[in-house]
């Protein structure tokens, strides 16, 4: 039966490395430098292999050029960072405790790894609900010097980047089931759209909310705006209703929530991690690791 938690990739560091080769050189082996295949074995560099390129005579090993490479931290620790940090949100300090390691260490490796994942690529096939959430992200990890941080929770209403407190829309493309969750400077017309531009039909069926910033989508031919107004007790009109985008925006600040407050700037990796996260849902342990090396790989 397969394992929750891939102990044996935790455990031991030739296990670990032998899970790296598998993931990164799953369609064969390739120089990092000139991306030739042309490559041999060429002995070994602890428990990783090294390789030799025939094409531009570069020697290379399993970690060459990835976000392993020149770290202290031994891999199955990274491996149990990521792992822990994605499949259960497991805060920073609590890693910290765990593996022994510093603070500082541990909240580098966390934000490297999530640093190195793509941006979702948003193709909508509709249709579409949208709506936005304000988060509280400060100066959390500014310089001693610089002012103290401000966790924007004084003021209420709609939030602002300026002001701590950054939009963060919500997508949810009701033909495929995909979400995506994108922060944002600023919650107007050319954010959003931004957001909807990419889309399959001729004319995108887009479910909002009664906030102003979506009504110029009436306005143009590539969008069929339909909305409710919460103001006036409206949530829901049959299929019109951002339901899913508010369960969803809930999901997003539990995931915030146990780092406290992630930094303005550090924001979108945090939300990418996310976005990864939900992609491990209901797979075993070793799948599960293996897909979140392959988004940084």
């Known amino acids: 039966m397969p394992d929750m ?3 044996r990739r935790f455990v031991s560091e030739s296990a670990a490395a032998d899970l790296l080769q598998q993931v990164r ?4 082996v390739e120089c990092p430098r000139c991306r030739s295949d042309l490559t041999v074995r060429n002995g070994s560099y602890r428990v990783y292999q090294r390789y030799l390129c025939k094409n531009c005579g570069r020697t290379f090993n399993d970690k060459t050029d990835t976000i392993f490479a020149h770290s202290k931290l031994k891999l199955k620790e990274w491996y149990f960072t990521i792992y822990v940090f994605l499949r259960f949100n497991t805060s920073i300090r609590q ?4 593996l022994n390691l510093s603070y500082r260490t541990v909240r580098l490796r966390v934000e490297r790894f999530a640093k190195a994942l793509d941006a979702p690529s948003i193709t909508l096939s509709g249709p579409v609900e949208i709506d936005e959430v304000y988060v509280s992200a400060g100066k959390k990890g500014r310089e001693r010097d610089r002012e103290s941080r401000s966790r924007g929770l004084s003021t209420r209403g709609r939030g602002s980047y300026a002001g701590d407190k950054p939009p963060v829309f919500t997508l949810v493309d009701r033909g495929s089931d995909d979400r995506y969750v ?3 400077k600023s919650a107007d017309e050319s954010t959003i759209r931004l957001l909807l531009e ?4 001729e004319s995108l069926t887009v479910y909002t909310d009664g906030f102003r910033a979506y009504e110029p989508l009436e306005e ?7 909305y409710v107004v919460h103001g006036d007790g409206e949530y829901a009109d049959g299929d019109i209703h951002v339901n899913t985008c508010e369960s969803h925006a809930s999901l997003t600040r539990r995931w915030l929530s146990p780092h406290r407050g992630v930094s303005k700037d550090k924001l979108t990796p945090y939300l990418r991690a996310f976005q990864l996260r939900r992609e491990l849902y209901r797979k075993p342990g070793e799948e599960a690791l293996k897909l979140a090396l392959n988004a940084v790989l």
Not at 25 to 28: A, L
């Open 5 to 7: 938690f891939p102990l």
């Open 198 to 201: 990419n889309h399959d039909e």
């Open 95 to 98: 890693i910290e405790a765990e």
């Open 25 to 28: 050189w799953r369609d064969g």
């Open 182 to 184: 994108v922060p944002a």
């Open 220 to 226: 143009d031919d590539a969008f069929t705006r339909k």
